[in-house]
């Protein structure tokens, strides 16, 4: 059973450089990189690769850890080419285990837009990954829309990755346990989550998927909260003026993928949700990484017969990305 795992992170020392001596760019969540982690990261040869071998991931789409550029502002528009060009290199020496999603510099619209046009078309990249918020800009914002527009045009997906919560919301919500617990809690423990699967509600609600029918975006750890709470999310439509109801967004525009996140429970409430076409296969790597062949047992103890448990571990991924071209 071929395993592609499409929310596998990398972080050039270029970028760690620019969150460190730009001003602004860190928001604390580089923090959370141990040394291990950051080996894992920066390493695009043998031993990722060995990793991957050892946890059963045949392929890794590659993508830039959290928080991306969205901190640089234009300074991340060359910067967005450098990392796209180096991920590109990188699947071509190996195609056969990489894959990438492009990066955006998400502070520049127009260059985003075009960054993703190059990214898709002359890179073979499958599509990008955002990271909701520019500054205390929702990604239902104006500065989206043409990054919204060129990925409904080139038919590629959207991985939609957390980011940690704006500091007024962590010091209301997030604040008073001291470090390293509040930083905990406003990412990995829970901030990180709400704060993508908002994310995803504000661009239903905004109309994307109105204005763009065919625009595909991807949520991490099974939905980052939002398919526990279709019942009440559904009751937005009393009120919320769209073309179709919210739960036919979620159906129809929305796919889910793993994280890691290794339940077989949260799994059937991702089918549940979406349907058995629209869930796909991820580790999260490096954070998630776990010895003992995870992923791969992972897989084959499901409770899916053998052609649903291919369109999860592949197969899914496949089809949605199958009209990008290799360069």
């Known amino acids: 059973m071929k395993i592609i795992g499409i929310e596998e992170h990398v972080l050039p020392a270029e970028v760690g450089r620019a969150w460190t001596t730009i001003p602004g760019a860190d ?17 695009l040869g043998d031993k990722r690769l060995a990793l991957m071998d050892e946890t059963g991931v045949d392929v890794q789409v590659l993508s830039l850890t959290t928080s991306g550029l969205n901190n640089l502002g234009a300074h991340g528009v060359d910067l967005a080419r450098r990392v796209n060009d180096l991920l590109s290199r990188t699947v ?43 500054g205390d800009r929702n990604l239902d914002d104006p500065i989206f829309e043409p990054t919204f527009a060129c990925a409904a045009e080139l038919g590629v997906p959207l991985l939609i990755h957390p980011q940690i919560p704006q500091k007024s919301v962590r010091d209301a919500c997030y604040s008073g346990f001291g470090e390293p617990i509040d930083l905990a809690l406003s990412t990995f423990g829970l901030g990180w989550h709400y704060e993508a699967g908002l994310q995803f509600v504000r661009i239903v609600l905004g109309g994307v998927f109105d204005r763009y029918p065919g625009l595909q975006v991807i949520l991490g750890h099974w939905g980052e909260v939002v398919i526990f709470y279709l019942e009440r999310l559904a009751m937005l439509d009393r009120v919320s003026g769209l073309k179709r109801p919210f739960i036919d967004y979620v159906r129809r525009n929305l796919y889910l993928t793993a994280s890691g996140m290794f339940s077989a429970a949260y799994l059937q409430r991702a089918i549940d949700a ?10 999260d790597f490096p954070y998630q990484y776990r010895t003992g062949g995870d992923a791969r047992r992972f897989v084959d103890g499901l409770a899916l017969d053998d052609a649903d448990k291919a369109l999860f571990a592949h197969g899914n991924w496949q089809r949605l990305t199958a009209q990008v071209q290799s360069p």
């Open 27 to 43: 928001d604390g969540t580089s923090a959370l990189n141990t040394p291990v982690i950051e080996e894992r990261l920066a390493d």
């Open 92 to 134: 071509a020496t190996n195609p056969e285990r990489f894959q990438a999603l492009a990066v955006l510099p998400s502070g520049a619209p127009d260059a985003a837009a075009l960054e993703l046009r190059r990214a898709v078309e002359d890179l073979g990249c499958k599509g990008a990954i955002v990271y909701g918020r520019v």
């Open 274 to 283: 979406v349907g058995v076409e629209r869930i796909l296969f991820s580790t």
